[in-house]
């Protein structure tokens, strides 16, 4: 097997990297969880464009755009246009930032702009500097990550589209350096003083997860259909005809905002608003954000994250609750992505069984396990950051480091350690400690868990809106999605395919605790001893 085809060929770069080559650009240690989702929803809720065409001002580019952009044989990358929104980020996140790392031009901007705010209000009764500071904190609400970051490059919960902005990043050495006097100075040179394309924090991952969406919505419909039918993937008719999920997809995207976010967004269009001269010098400055690529063979997985998708997105949902549920979603589809691909090219003898894309994790309980699930449960993660480790060592991939490096052996180790430490296996392992479904967070003996907050999104995505289905069908589909053994038949594949006997210490003697997990969250009902019901309770759309 050669090299990965990145899609959109066009914007493949040189790398010496392994990690990015075989699992596109990129998904990165340090990228939070939120950020993988805030990044998503940037792309899908910017203005786009591939190449010279036309801006794409919906949430997904057209069939037919995707078909064409598919079978060019040098596809140009997608282009896109988030907002930066200096003034909001000041005014929302500057009290908030390190004192250290607060510069005195941006001190002085805050005040005035939190005089600005005050002025421009008209109130009855109440005093416009107390309204003021209401908004501040209002918008204050909203910082979602990056703490210890200089202000600009926080970034806001993305409760809404006009939260969604580039990452943007101060560059401090060089503000000290050439001295600026004024933020005038800094934002009338700002690809100087700042820098929009870093990817730093924002590091391409949720750019990722966009295009593995576009990649399997341009893939032939008998190809799908094979695939769901080999896999035993339950789904609807109208779930695998690829035109109806891009437009349900589409239609879903627009359940995220809406008119409920409509308020918010004057908000924060006034507060941005308040300097005129720094919004006309930032737009001047700021270009359009490159995506890059992912492999073309991801598809399958691409599938399934678009059938989660579109059920969670058709559910009748507290918009708050469906982003916690897509951060959720967006985490568990990069560990899924790592898996998938690895399995692909991991040379050498590949274990038995599986999910349906050839991979399988070993859940336990976080305090009901006996010491024998612990244990195959510690034993199944090792196996699979084995596969991770392998593939990144597949014979194209060593040739291509070599020939990236020159040949230089020490280089070419240099590589490979950046790749396992921020880009492989170790990424695989801290972010399901992010989401909390490896522990513990330190020392030995770490293993797959199963979360309330997993487990919700299982109920939601793997079940349709008011669908029932029998406990025993449930722990089927999640073992096909996921590759995740509970019990049953599915733990006895997934010892094996670990390298373990099918051993009957491991299987639960006296109840499930899963089972225990479903009722407790009122999505499980025993209809006798030997029948339970795994049920979806919300609603869906009917628009």
């Not at 993305?158 to 990043?169: D, H, K, Y």
């Amino acid at each position: 097997m050669g090299l990965p085809t990145p899609f959109p060929s066009g914007a493949l770069k040189a790398t010496a990297n392994p990690a990015i080559r075989l699992f596109g650009l990129r998904f990165f240690k340090d990228q939070t969880i939120l950020e993988y989702l805030a990044e998503f929803l940037a792309v899908v809720f910017s203005p786009k464009r591939i190449s010279g065409s036309e801006v794409i001002g919906t949430p997904l580019p057209t069939l037919k755009t995707l078909h064409s952009w598919t079978v060019s044989t040098d596809s140009a990358p997608l282009h896109y246009r988030p907002p930066v929104r200096l003034n909001l980020k000041l005014l929302a996140f500057l009290s908030l930032s390190p004192i250290d790392k607060r510069h005195d031009i941006h001190l002085r901007h805050y005040e005035e702009l939190a005089n600005r705010l005050a002025s421009s209000l008209q109130t009855v009764n109440l005093d416009r500097n107390e309204v003021a500071v209401s908004i501040e904190d209002l918008i204050q609400g909203y910082q979602g990550a990056g703490f210890s970051r200089t202000w600009c490059a926080q970034t806001f919960y993305p409760v809404s589209a006009g939260l969604l902005t580039q990452e943007t990043i101060w560059n401090e050495s060089v503000a000290r350096r050439k001295k600026v006097q004024t933020w005038e100075e800094s934002t009338a040179d700002f690809g100087t003083y700042y820098r929009t394309d870093g990817n730093v924090f924002l590091a391409r991952g949720g750019e990722v997860l966009y295009l593995q969406l576009c990649n399997v919505l341009s893939v032939a419909q008998a190809t799908v259909d094979e695939f769901v039918h080999q896999a035993g993937i339950s789904v609807t008719n109208d779930e695998a005809d690829l035109g109806r999920l891009h437009e349900s997809l589409a239609t879903g995207f627009g359940h995220i905002y809406g008119a409920h976010t409509a308020g918010l967004d004057s908000i924060l269009d006034h507060v941005d608003g308040l300097d005129g001269s720094t919004l006309s010098a930032v737009d001047k400055s700021v270009g359009e954000l490159t995506c890059g690529w992912c492999p073309r063979e991801s598809w399958p997985e691409a599938f399934l994250f678009a059938i989660e998708l579109r059920r969670l997105m058709s559910a009748v949902l507290d918009p708050v609750d469906r982003l916690e549920l897509l951060t959720t979603g967006c985490a568990l589809q990069v560990l899924r992505s790592l898996c998938a691909q690895s399995i692909r090219y991991s040379d050498g003898t590949l274990p038995a069984g599986g999910g349906c894309l050839g991979y399988s994790w070993i859940v336990s309980s976080s305090d009901h396990s006996t010491r024998q699930q612990q244990l195959a449960s510690q034993r199944n993660l090792q196996v699979v950051q084995g596969i991770i480790q392998r593939a990144l060592r597949n014979a194209a991939l060593v040739q291509h480091v070599q020939h990236s490096v020159g040949g230089d052996a020490l280089e070419a180790r240099r590589s490979y350690a950046e790749a396992d430490a921020r880009y492989g296996h170790k990424l695989l392992v801290a972010l399901g400690k992010k989401l909390g479904i490896i522990i513990p967070w330190r020392g030995p003996g770490a293993r797959f868990i199963m979360t309330e907050r997993m487990l919700r999104y299982m109920v939601m995505t793997l079940l349709r809106p008011g669908e029932r289905q029998t406990y025993d069908e449930f722990l089927a589909r999640l073992y096909c999605h996921f590759g995740i053994a509970i019990e049953g038949s599915q733990l006895d594949d997934a010892m094996v395919w670990s390298g373990l006997p099918a051993n009957a210490s491991v299987q639960h003697r006296q109840g499930s605790w899963l089972s225990s997990m479903l009722r407790a969250g009122g999505f499980l009902t025993e209809l006798s001893d030997a029948c339970s019901i795994v049920h979806n309770p919300f609603f869906g759309n009917t628009d």
